[in-house]
């Protein structure tokens, strides 16, 4: 199994910018896509960004501009970097991983949501 923690959440005014870290523990065979996602409250959990193993990078039209997500293959850990932040960012967010346990055996790992919160 593959488990993902996320941290780097919190409260922040308007304008303001935070980092989330996500980092992947466990075995697998390789760790593809990475990406986060967030939820709202009343609405469906919504990608944010993805980054593929090799840097390829692919966003919502929400955070183009704003937030920039990243990797570092050798921790296993992906980051989002977010700036000019706005009330309508405010949601949970989660980490989500495509690994390979073994050739031929995907699994999708979700991390267990960390709380951002955009004062206005």
């Known amino acids: 199994q593959v488990q993902l923690v996320e941290s780097g959440g919190g409260l922040v005014q308007a304008g303001g910018s935070l980092r989330l870290s996500c980092a992947a523990s466990?075995?697998?065979?390789?760790?593809?896509?990475m990406g986060w996602y967030r939820q709202a409250p009343g609405k469906q959990r919504e990608l944010v960004a993805s980054i593929t193993s090799g840097g390829s990078t692919n966003y919502a039209d929400s955070a183009k501009g704003r937030f920039t997500i990243s990797r570092d293959n050798a921790k296993n850990t992906v980051y989002l970097q977010m700036n000019s932040l706005k009330p309508e960012d405010t949601a949970v967010y989660y980490c989500?991983?495509?690994?390979?346990?073994?050739?031929?055996?995907?699994?999708?790992?979700w991390g267990q949501g960390t709380q951002v919160t955009v004062s206005s």
């Open positions: 466990g075995r697998a065979f390789s760790f593809n896509d």
């Open positions: 989500n991983a495509f690994v390979l346990l073994a050739p031929g055996a995907p699994f999708v790992s």
